[in-house]
């Protein structure tokens, strides 16, 4: 086979790349406005990697997850009122929580999850909550450190909306990071550093709705690929910390269980579109 026509090389090469390339285009949802980041799929090391989290963030495994699209910011009041309109996310310590551009919280795993099936049915496209895995996956970015960002907590407030110096002035009793980040409460979406993969406030300003059903004991459980515990358990997945948390909350492996119907000031939500 020859290969001295620039032409022919040029078709060869074409023909080489792998699909996934073409696939990395960003989406935009025309209902409400959401821009979704194409991840690339892979592996890796789900779980404690930095050995001072909890006991339900192991055994450490290898774990890996298809190609998606995630969500490149929180879903905030604004789109979620395409929905709901008559959603409330409320105030706390005398801070609007309802503002259009702040995330959307007060939020329960079941109204979540109904959200993203009514823009499933409105769009064609099928939108739902990240797995466990995809989540953590998404949130690392390719890090092995305990933060996308790093091990050292004091370099937050570069990244993410938590609990702060800021907020140590409101609430004196708090457990803060060493930083400040200028918001007592919740925070625009995408007012920090994104990470790696371009998605803002993986960690901090509020926490995120899994799909998986809350087990402690889920790692030792699943399988390697694209794994999702839907077994026994009362309580579903929250991850990424809120505004109102401090270093133990924020970081990549960090799991809580709550129960599906109840919500809060700092839960809220953040969407996958699975690859058509």
Not at 76 to 93: I, L, V
Not at 231 to 240: D, K, P, S
Request: hydrophobic share 35%; aromatic share 14%; charged share 20%.
């Amino acid at each position: 086979m020859s290969f001295k026509m620039p032409g022919t090389l040029f078709v060869l090469l074409l023909f080489a790349v792998p699909a996934t390339v073409f696939a990395a285009e960003p989406y935009k949802d025309s209902v409400t406005g959401m821009e979704f980041v194409m991840i690339e799929g892979g592996c890796f090391d789900m779980g404690d990697v930095g050995g001072a989290g909890d006991p339900n963030e192991r055994p450490v495994r290898e774990v890996c997850v298809s190609d998606f699209y995630m969500g490149k910011f929180e879903v905030t009041n604004a789109q979620y009122d395409t929905f709901r309109p008559a959603h409330d996310s409320g105030e706390n310590f005398d801070m609007s929580l309802d503002q259009p551009n702040l995330p959307v919280v007060y939020v329960s795993w079941e109204d979540a999850n109904a959200f993203a099936e009514w823009l499933s049915k409105e769009t064609g496209q099928t939108f739902r909550l990240p797995t466990e895995a995809e989540w953590e996956y998404a949130a690392r970015a390719g890090s092995e450190q305990i933060r996308f960002w790093g091990n050292n907590p004091d370099e937050a407030c570069e990244y993410a909306n938590v609990a702060d110096m800021t907020a140590k002035e409101e609430r004196p009793n708090w457990t803060s990071f060493h930083c400040d980040d200028g918001y007592a409460g919740a925070a625009p979406v995408g007012s920090f550093k994104p990470n790696e993969w371009g998605l803002y406030d993986m960690l901090g300003n509020v926490w995120e709705w899994c799909a998986d059903v809350y087990n402690s004991e889920a790692y030792s459980r699943l399988p390697q690929q694209d794994p999702l515990f839907q077994g026994a358990g009362e309580y579903r997945v929250m991850r990424g910390g809120g505004w109102s948390n401090g270093p133990l909350g924020i970081t990549s492996s960090h799991r809580v269980g709550l129960s599906p119907n109840f919500g809060h000031h700092s839960l809220g939500i953040r969407l996958v579109k699975t690859i058509q």
